[in-house]
């Protein structure tokens, strides 16, 4: 037993930033929300790799969209009015459409347009934590992975519930989804949903690489206010204070 859990735990550890992303850079690259993911090289370190599968794979969520979103539009088709129908209703059906193709083409098109705005984030991270080795700082980054797992696993649980119970409902009244209302349902909270989870990720990394840098000030201003930081982190490490992120 303690080995299977230990097999197990094993899968929870990471020692590498992009590492600790890879739950979340899996989905996203699932989703068309970036065209890149991690790899690992034959040394063990991992990188994130661009690939053109990634950035047709966007193309082919814009297309998806576009032909499910207008599809719909014409066919007077959605999941509120599968319960009923009036005028109102249509009006805020066709706005829920045209919202939901504005927010698709603005989301897709930043995910080619601000790729490199993210890999210079997600470099930055990279060129932090570089530094904060040579001064003898260690990044959790196993807990960062956890955090990207969690907040997955929490976003995924409450839209699968969400799904299950309206198409319940529509199963309930005799009523079968068309292809194109399901992936319109489906893609417009799903994707915005792992945008957020995107969003949250960095977030985390970006305020726990904070708190580490806040941690080594703090440590100058106690022991060498007048030293370089690098020093008084040596000096903490050397009295048993080692930080971690």
Known sequence: MSTALRRVRKYFISSQVYEALRPLFFLTFLYGLTPFHVVRRKMGESYLKMSCFGVFNIFIY??????????????????????????????????????????????????????????????????LDTNFSNIGVRVKYSRIFRYSILVLVFKLLILGVYFVGVFRLLVSLDVTPSFCVCMTFFLQHSVVSIAICLFC???????RRLSIINQVSVCAGKYLPANSRRQTAWLCCSQGNRLHL
Do not use: M, P
């Open 62 to 127: 814009i297309c998806l969209c576009g032909f499910c979103y207008i599809s719909s539009l014409r066919q007077g088709e959605s999941i509120v009015g599968y319960f009923f129908r009036t005028e109102i209703s249509t009006v805020g059906d066709r706005l829920q459409i045209f919202n939901g193709l504005i927010a698709g083409a603005v989301i897709y098109t930043s995910a080619i347009l601000k790729r490199c705005k993210l890999l210079g984030t997600l470099t930055i991270l990279h060129s």
């Open 201 to 207: 990720v960095i977030a985390f990394s970006f305020e």
